[in-house]
């Protein structure tokens, strides 16, 4: 399957402030990848879809202006979390698509971001 | 999304044991499922995935079962160890390349 990385694998940043993650496929090119949040002890809800070359597709209830989404490459999204709050703190995760008929989904490591 | 998934339990297995683990699902249209097994502070694993034209799959030490008509998944874990102590999703997909995971269960294997 595909090696995924996320960068930074944890960061702590004060209220206000913006915080971008990457997501890297690090050996197959990536037409689809996805955003997940997940917050302490509770399940990963997937927040957006991420697709090469065009706009993000948003989950219901997920503000697109607070969680940017770019995927300018097929082995590179990132998610810039804006003017982020504590109510923002969370590990969040990337997967990549296999993109063919199996639908498998290549995990990222995560990425815990802590707002003060 | 769709609502995948028990509020979370806790299982605790002896070492040796077998395990269970139960997910259901809401979405009909469903019709492929993965296992997933998460550590703490890392990415889901993919243990085991069935497509909804089984009932039954098997793999290394596990087992997934499919029931159809109540919507419901099983983890089956032969003889438990303590690197299987994790938590554990379901997640399900419809023909479309989104997952929707459940709520997890966090399985606690004591030597």
């Known amino acids: 399957g595909a090696v995924v990385s996320q960068h930074p694998s944890w960061v702590i940043c004060k209220s206000g402030t913006s915080v971008k993650i990457e997501c890297r496929s690090l050996?197959?090119?990536?037409?689809?990848m996805f955003w997940y949040r997940q917050f302490p002890k509770q399940s990963l809800m997937l927040m957006a879809t991420?697709?090469?070359?065009?706009?993000?597709?948003?989950e219901q209830g997920v503000e697109k202006d607070k969680f940017l989404i770019n995927h300018a490459s097929l082995t590179l999204s990132t998610l810039t979390v804006t003017s982020a709050h504590p109510e923002d703190s969370s590990f969040y995760i990337c997967?990549?698509?296999?993109?063919?008929?199996?639908?498998?989904?290549?995990f990222g490591p995560g990425t815990r971001l802590t707002v003060l | 999304g769709e609502s995948v998934g028990l509020h979370l339990p806790t299982l605790s297995v002896q070492e040796g044991d077998n395990s269970i683990i139960n997910c259901a699902y809401s979405?009909?249209?469903?019709?492929?499922f993965i296992w997933y097994k998460q550590e703490s502070g890392k990415g889901p694993q993919f243990i085991i995935d069935?497509?909804?034209?089984?009932d039954k799959r098997q793999g290394q030490r596990v087992t997934v079962l499919l029931n159809k008509t109540v919507k419901h998944l099983s983890l089956q874990i032969a003889a438990t160890q303590p690197g299987d102590s994790a938590v554990y999703f379901c997640?399900?997909?419809?023909?479309?390349?989104?997952?929707?995971f459940g709520s997890g269960t966090k399985l606690n294997v004591k030597p």
């Open positions: 997967s990549v698509d296999s993109g063919d008929s199996r639908r498998e989904q290549f």
């Open positions: 050996d197959f090119q990536a037409t689809t």
């Open positions: 991420s697709n090469e070359g065009s706009k993000a597709t948003y």
């Open positions: 979405n009909s249209a469903s019709d492929y």
């Open positions: 069935i497509r909804s034209n089984m």
């Open positions: 997640a399900e997909n419809n023909n479309f390349n989104k997952f929707y």
